[in-house]
């Protein structure tokens, strides 16, 4: 038997990045998109090649059903089948409620709930025709609890991924196929120039734990979740926020 493949959308930098690196360390041949930086896309694949995996870098925006298509089609040409599918690829878009307009309502949708949504459809139809008992995994954000300003679209967005979590593991578990979601928080995902350095050690002091999480601590939840430990564990989240979400108005209180 051959390793596990995984397909990880949005994996050029930041979150996907460190999924991809965790997956491809932990035996899987991995698959990654990229919207707009190939070059930083095939500086992941380098580094998952350093690790044995077999690899395959696709361009495509995932707002595009189009697009959607051809990926899986590339997909499909490197590898027989995918294992673990990964939706992580979206757009961070935020807008007064008053100010918002139905592009920035359409950009937010289209990418990161219908394009996850038809990802997760191509997948999960790719595992049944094979038998695979593979798993599925939406990268939704704290947004879908928590209230942030400006997010009226954002927010609901992320919170209709997770519902649509809980539908498709309810649909596929007779395929045996599992579909989770996980919420990060605040993550490390850019370089800390002094203006962020500045935002990142404000923020700290309301975060429980004290930091920021790492991509690869999102990356090593997307192994546990796809292997044997995460073999019964089926449409539900995992919030990934150093506690972020506790406090509750904690300093005037």
């Given at each position: 038997?051959?390793?596990?493949?995984?397909?990880?959308?949005?994996?050029?930098?930041?979150?996907?990045?460190?999924i991809a690196l965790e997956m491809s360390k932990a035996g899987y041949d991995v698959?990654?998109?990229?919207?707009?930086?190939?070059?930083?896309?095939?500086?992941?694949?380098?580094?998952?090649?350093a690790y044995g995996a077999k690899t395959a870098v696709i361009h495509g925006d995932i707002s595009s059903l189009a697009d959607i298509d051809r990926?899986?089609?590339?997909?499909?040409?490197?590898?027989d089948h995918v294992d673990v599918m990964v939706n992580n690829a979206?757009?961070?878009?935020?807008?007064?409620?008053?100010e918002a307009t139905?592009?920035?309502?359409?950009?937010?949708?289209?990418?990161?709930?219908?394009?996850?949504?038809?990802?997760?459809?191509k997948a999960a139809r790719n595992m049944v025709d094979k038998g695979v008992k593979g798993t599925i995994i939406?990268?939704?954000?704290?947004h879908q609890a928590g209230c942030w300003q400006d997010a009226s679209i954002y927010g609901p967005t992320k919170a209709a991924l997770n519902k649509f979590t809980q539908h498709a593991a309810m649909e596929l578990a007779p395929y045996g196929i599992r579909v989770v979601s996980i919420a990060p928080g605040y993550t490390l995902v850019r370089e800390l120039t002094p203006r962020?350095?500045?935002?990142?050690?404000?923020?700290?002091?309301?975060?429980?734990?004290?930091?920021?999480?790492?991509?690869?601590?999102?990356g090593k939840a997307c192994v546990f979740l796809s292997g044997e430990g995460g073999a019964y564990i089926t449409g539900t989240c995992?919030?990934?926020?150093?506690?972020?979400l506790l406090p509750v108005a904690s300093d005037i209180i």
């Open positions: 038997m051959g390793k596990p493949i995984a397909f990880i959308t949005g994996a050029s930098q930041g979150i996907g990045a460190g698959a990654i998109s990229y919207k707009s930086n190939r070059d930083k896309a095939m500086g992941v694949k380098a580094d998952m090649e990926m899986f089609e590339e997909f499909f040409a490197s590898f979206g757009v961070t878009l935020v807008s007064p409620f008053l139905p592009e920035i309502f359409e950009t937010l949708t289209n990418t990161d709930w219908r394009g996850s949504y038809f990802c997760s459809q939406n990268i939704t954000s704290v962020w350095q500045e935002c990142h050690d404000n923020l700290n002091k309301h975060i429980p734990l004290g930091r920021f999480g790492e991509p690869r601590e999102i995992i919030y990934m926020d150093g506690g972020a």
